[in-house]
């Protein structure tokens, strides 16, 4: 049996305490003991192959052979490039530098560990256990340089530890070992590759410089240096996230994990390994905001295209990353975080969002603002301004996709996304109906959906307060002056925040907190909507609260827990740098 390698390394930690890397077809959840607590291959929504996160098999693990030791980390300046830090009792220093080779390839895996001994010397245990589904490792062979394996599948190469055994690992079957020693300024390179394409193909190269060098440059290619917004650094690992979770494909994953509970109840724990339209909508934003490099802009676009294209009125709010349909909600079989259950698959797949709609044709139009409209945008938006005309009276989910309701936000973002394409998209003739039809959602809506003091209430059987309602009129549904707008603000204000942190709406009648956590993304949206209404100081004082509610690495999860200072729900959630990103673009102007 291997000497107890990762026992502790492997019980769940609190979620501020994980770094991503990720190349944008699947990601690594990096834990603070060296740790890979998460991954799944070959995609995002596929089974994991690294599930210690959730109470399941596989994992690999890399940290110094000591007793004592204390965890620190930090994201180089440009891309998931994770450096994990590790001072041991003996005063000696422990660095390895972690990534997921890009340029990516969807059924090809390759992740760079460089372990380096910093100050002092260092002796450093390695175990590795590759559950592709939960199948154990078998046909392990020692072919000088590389070890060779399966699981399930999957192919398994692992370079730079030619002296591992074959141990028994956690929880039984067969997992490679080793332990080595390096002198201060030395370092070693483990690179691991995961393989489930055609076995015919040839070898790739595992040469670890040149695997680190086309890293560094694709990263460096993606991320521009955001020094013209007010915070350069978080909107470069902004960037970062939301390139690293977009697929080829070009859908991006809303999170890289699954069943991370908002609360410790049965229920409150979602897969967010898909990619939703709204989300996607959200990045285009952000980027079109920052002006940097179009390509997350033009492939969000082109994803939301297809769908409509593709579905018409059965648009689904939600598509795996590639534009399948969304499995169903299941139990996966793993025991789960601490408080939740492990589920698999998402209920949205069958929901009607509106809003939806009214978000991919902002989309749309934004795109063909900042960088090109082909015949495909154009003929989507068409269609999505038909489907609006046909199908804005009937009851949805919502953005927040509880109960079928007709909601304020989801007719307000119509509105607002037929006026921008009237702008940008349409032909004359469109554009008069389609201005019309907006003009005609807002009347009916103004009559339905006022609540007290003039504000937007939730829907129009439902009075209650709702920081959605804040997105519209940043998005052109509303002219900031509209008293509308400026009484939904003060009403947010006075009743969804606390401590500065802003939550969704009020559950029943418990205080705020309860139910849920305060939820980051409505944090920024604050931010911009005190922004359009000209208070510079709140608004810069808002974003500052809000964007401390990061994990110790940078990363945001869906919701904040402001009595507890802990992260809930999933992490990354790619909605929430979205924001951060804009929301830094925009307070710089």
Same mark, same amino acid.
């Given at each position: 049996?291997?000497?107890?390698?990762?026992?502790?390394?492997?019980?769940?930690?609190?979620?501020?305490?994980?770094?991503?890397?990720?190349?944008?077809?699947?990601?690594?959840?990096?834990?603070?003991?060296?740790?890979?607590?998460?991954?799944?291959?070959?995609?995002?929504?596929?089974?994991?192959?690294?599930?210690?996160?959730?109470?399941?098999?596989?994992?690999?693990?890399?940290?110094?052979?000591?007793?004592?030791?204390?965890?620190?980390?930090?994201?180089?300046?440009?891309?998931?490039?994770?450096?994990?830090?590790?001072?041991?009792?003996?005063?000696?220093?422990?660095?390895?530098?972690?990534?997921?080779?890009?340029?990516?390839?969807?059924?090809?895996?390759?992740?760079?560990?460089?372990?380096?001994?910093?100050?002092?010397?260092?002796?450093?245990?390695?175990?590795?256990?590759?559950?592709?589904?939960?199948?154990?490792?078998?046909?392990?062979?020692?072919?000088?340089?590389?070890?060779?394996?399966?699981?399930?599948?999957?192919?398994?190469?692992?370079?730079?530890?030619?002296?591992?055994?074959?141990?028994?690992?956690?929880?039984?079957?067969?997992?490679?070992?080793?332990?080595?020693?390096?002198?201060?300024?030395?370092?070693?390179?483990?690179?691991?590759?995961?393989?489930?394409?055609?076995?015919?193909?040839?070898?790739?190269?595992?040469?670890?410089?040149?695997?680190?060098?086309?890293?560094?440059?694709?990263?460096?290619?993606?991320?521009?240096?955001?020094?013209?917004?007010?915070?350069?650094?978080?909107?470069?690992?902004?960037?970062?996230?939301?390139?690293?979770?977009?697929?080829?494909?070009?859908?991006?994953?809303?999170?890289?994990?699954?069943?991370?509970?908002?609360?410790?109840?049965?229920?409150?724990?979602?897969?967010?390994?898909?990619?939703?339209?709204?989300?996607?909508?959200?990045?285009?934003?952000?980027?079109?905001?920052?002006?940097?490099?179009?390509?997350?802009?033009?492939?969000?676009?082109?994803?939301?295209?297809?769908?409509?294209?593709?579905?018409?009125?059965?648009?689904?709010?939600?598509?795996?990353?590639?534009?399948?349909?969304?499995?169903?909600?299941?139990?996966?079989?793993?025991?789960?975080?601490?408080?939740?259950?492990?589920?698999?698959?998402?209920?949205?797949?069958?929901?009607?969002?509106?809003?939806?709609?009214?978000?991919?044709?902002?989309?749309?139009?934004?795109?063909?603002?900042?960088?090109?409209?082909?015949?495909?945008?154009?003929?989507?938006?068409?269609?999505?301004?038909?489907?609006?005309?046909?199908?804005?009276?009937?009851?949805?989910?919502?953005?927040?996709?509880?109960?079928?309701?007709?909601?304020?936000?989801?007719?307000?973002?119509?509105?607002?996304?037929?006026?921008?394409?009237?702008?940008?998209? *349409? &032909?004359?003739?469109? +554009? =008069? $109906?389609?201005?019309?039809?907006?003009? %005609?959602? #807002?009347? !009916?809506? @103004?009559?339905?959906?006022?609540?007290?003091?003039?504000?937007?209430?939730?829907?129009?059987?439902?009075?209650?307060?709702?920081?959605?309602?804040?997105?519209?009129?940043?998005?052109?549904?509303?002219? *900031? &002056?509209?008293?509308? +707008? =400026? $009484?939904?603000?003060?009403?947010?204000? %006075?009743? #969804?925040? !606390?401590? @500065?942190?802003?939550?969704?709406?009020?559950?029943?009648?418990?205080?705020?907190?309860?139910?849920?956590?305060?939820?980051?993304?409505?944090?920024?949206?604050?931010?911009?909507?005190?922004?359009?209404?000209?208070?510079?100081?709140?608004?810069?004082?808002?974003?500052?609260?809000?964007?401390?509610?990061?994990?110790?690495? @940078?990363?945001?999860?869906?919701?904040?827990?402001?009595?507890?200072?802990?992260?809930?729900?999933?992490?990354?959630?790619?909605?929430?740098?979205?924001?951060?990103?804009?929301?830094?673009?925009?307070?710089?102007?």
């Amino acid at each position: 049996m291997v000497n107890d390698p990762g026992t502790h390394a492997c019980l769940p930690k609190a979620l501020r305490d994980y770094a991503l890397i990720a190349d944008g077809e699947r990601g690594v959840l990096v834990g603070p003991h060296g740790e890979y607590a998460w991954m799944c291959f070959p995609h995002w929504d596929s089974a994991p192959v690294f599930a210690s996160l959730l109470g399941g098999p596989g994992g690999y693990l890399l940290q110094p052979d000591c007793e004592r030791f204390v965890w620190g980390g930090y994201y180089e300046d440009r891309g998931l490039i994770w450096r994990s830090r590790w001072v041991t009792g003996a005063g000696s220093i422990v660095e390895c530098r972690e990534a997921l080779a890009r340029p990516a390839r969807r059924d090809r895996a390759v992740i760079l560990r460089r372990c380096r001994a910093v100050r002092g010397g260092a002796r450093v245990r390695v175990l590795l256990d590759v559950r592709a589904g939960g199948p154990r490792m078998r046909n392990l062979h020692h072919h000088d340089p590389d070890w060779t394996a399966r699981s399930g599948g999957t192919r398994i190469r692992w370079r730079g530890a030619d002296e591992a055994l074959v141990r028994e690992g956690p929880g039984g079957g067969a997992a490679l070992a080793v332990t080595f020693d390096l002198a201060e300024g030395e370092s070693r390179d483990l690179v691991l590759e995961l393989d489930g394409g055609a076995p015919a193909q040839p070898p790739a190269d595992l040469d670890p410089d040149a695997l680190w060098d086309a890293t560094e440059r694709d990263w460096r290619r993606a991320v521009p240096s955001c020094g013209d917004t007010i915070a350069p650094r978080d909107a470069r690992l902004a960037y970062s996230v939301l390139t690293g979770l977009t697929s080829q494909a070009g859908g991006m994953a809303a999170a890289a994990t699954t069943a991370l509970p908002e609360r410790s109840d049965r229920g409150r724990n979602f897969d967010y390994r898909y990619a939703w339209l709204r989300d996607q909508a959200f990045a285009g934003h952000a980027v079109a905001a920052h002006g940097g490099p179009p390509h997350l802009l033009r492939t969000a676009a082109g994803f939301a295209a297809a769908r409509i294209l593709a579905d018409g009125d059965r648009l689904r709010p939600a598509y795996t990353v590639t534009g399948g349909p969304v499995p169903r909600q299941r139990d996966s079989g793993l025991p789960g975080y601490p408080g939740g259950t492990a589920v698999t698959g998402n209920r949205a797949r069958g929901q009607w969002q509106l809003d939806a709609l009214g978000e991919s044709l902002l989309l749309l139009a934004v795109a063909a603002e900042h960088d090109r409209a082909d015949p495909d945008i154009r003929k989507a938006a068409r269609v999505a301004a038909d489907v609006i005309g046909r199908r804005w009276s009937e009851p949805g989910a919502g953005i927040w996709e509880t109960e079928d309701r007709l909601w304020t936000h989801s007719r307000l973002m119509c509105v607002a996304g037929l006026r921008r394409a009237a702008r940008v998209l *349409a &032909g004359p003739a469109e +554009t =008069a $109906a389609w201005n019309s039809l907006a003009d %005609a959602v #807002l009347a !009916e809506t @103004g009559r339905t959906a006022l609540g007290p003091g003039g504000r937007w209430k939730r829907a129009t059987d439902d009075d209650r307060v709702d920081a959605a309602l804040l997105i519209p009129p940043l998005r052109g549904a509303l002219p *900031a &002056g509209d008293p509308r +707008t =400026a $009484a939904t603000l003060r009403a947010v204000r %006075a009743d #969804l925040v !606390e401590e @500065g942190f802003v939550y969704r709406y009020r559950v029943g009648g418990e205080p705020l907190g309860v139910a849920e956590g305060a939820f980051t993304l409505c944090g920024f949206f604050l931010a911009l909507a005190e922004h359009r209404q000209g208070e510079t100081a709140r608004a810069l004082g808002t974003f500052e609260r809000t964007r401390s509610g990061a994990a110790t690495s @940078g990363l945001f999860a869906e919701e904040y827990d402001v009595k507890q200072r802990q992260l809930r729900g999933n992490i990354p959630q790619a909605f929430v740098h979205a924001l951060l990103l804009e929301t830094a673009s925009r307070l710089a102007g």
